[in-house]
């Protein structure tokens, strides 16, 4: 069912001192609203000119962690609490999280794959125009809490997208390593042309993401990571007290505590060959080997077929798993990626530029 855009506006004065809570108001028209509206909910608490902070959640419906960190985050921060302003979108598709689900209703759009957006197009482009447009450039850094959604989860990580400039992606590991998460899944961001971050990035915008665990549920460990990472960028940057950092090169590589790893030429998923009922055996966070067994594919219809072994077919780390044994060929399974170095990270950005 295709909805037609008619307006999009936001009652939101994000100049004004104070903390208002408003919508992203997009106006339709389909077969069930002659007149209807879609409000994406939005906060904005200031305070002074400091620097601002874009903080997002629910770009994809089915991901709940963030989606409680920003909630609670916003019921605890007054703006007497911090010096600059926070944006704060703790649902982004929105019709995607009224319906637990990945993608939107209204359109299948995958908002994380819509970016910059479209005037006028289907809502969940033109929910991502409107972050474009109007909020990227408000904003001095941002962060998008995704965590692994109902067919994954994840080793709790934040994600680092190399951007085309290299200054950039030397600000996105000072975010990375303001975050201080225990895992940091490095990809080539400026090859993605519709991804969030590599958007910001290309707007001149640092901006980082996470996966903190999945599921569909909330881990309690990976919520409250998540939720000191967002408030230990908000002490670098000064919003929060603490004095902000330096951003230097010497910064990045001496005093991260996170480890990198290589999904840009030093991973791989392992896929269902065909479809059945899998029965892993490994876990989240395992070290493997080459060769090592990841697990039995059983047949769902042929009962006489003799299982399948699986193995991996490179060393590295298990960094995210299928939820739920039910697969169909194609599905990946597991998730594998080699360790790296700040240095390193630092190198493979420098090669893409």
Request: charged residues 20%; negative net charge; glycine residues 10%.
């Amino acid at each position: 069912m295709m909805i037609s855009i008619d307006y999009l506006k936001c009652d939101i004065d994000y100049d004004r001192d104070g903390k208002q809570f408003g919508n992203i108001d997009l106006g339709y028209s389909n077969n069930e609203n002659a007149f209807g509206k879609i409000p994406v909910p939005i906060v904005c608490i200031k305070n002074g000119l400091g620097p601002t902070l874009l903080l997002s959640a629910g770009n994809h419906g089915d991901e709940y962690e963030g989606q409680v960190i920003l909630r609670r985050l916003i019921h605890e921060i007054e703006a007497t609490d911090i010096n600059g302003r926070l944006i704060i979108l703790p649902a982004l598709n929105y019709p995607a999280v009224l319906e637990n689900s990945r993608v939107s209703p209204l359109d299948q759009g995958n908002m994380n794959r819509s970016f910059p957006g479209q005037t006028g197009g289907t809502p969940t482009a033109a929910i991502a125009d409107y972050v474009t447009t109007h909020l990227l450039p408000l904003s001095d850094a941002g962060i998008d809490l995704h965590s692994g959604g109902s067919t994954s989860y994840f080793l709790p990580c934040t994600y680092l997208c190399t951007a085309a400039d290299p200054e950039i992606t030397r600000q996105n590991m000072v975010l990375i390593n303001a975050f201080n998460a225990p895992n940091t899944l490095v990809v080539r961001g400026e090859l993605s042309a519709s991804g969030f971050d590599p958007i910001a990035n290309r707007g001149g915008v640092p901006f980082i993401s996470t996966e903190l665990y999945g599921g569909a549920n909330i881990d309690r460990t990976a919520t409250k990571m998540g939720m000191a990472g967002v408030k230990s960028v908000m002490k670098h940057m000064g919003i929060i007290s603490d004095q902000p950092q330096a951003q230097t090169q010497v910064q990045v590589q001496s005093q991260t505590g996170t480890r990198f790893f290589n999904a840009i030429d030093g991973s791989h998923y392992l896929s269902a060959p065909y479809s059945g009922i899998f029965e892993p055996a490994v876990e989240l966070g395992n070290e493997v080997e080459k060769n090592d067994i990841a697990g039995q594919l059983y047949s769902a219809e042929e009962i006489e077929r003799s299982p399948l072994t699986l193995h991996f077919k490179e060393a590295g780390t298990v960094l995210a798993r299928r939820n739920g044994a039910r697969v169909k060929r194609g599905s990946h399974l597991f998730l594998v990626a080699k360790s790296l170095s700040p240095d390193q990270v630092l190198a493979l950005a420098l090669v893409g530029s």
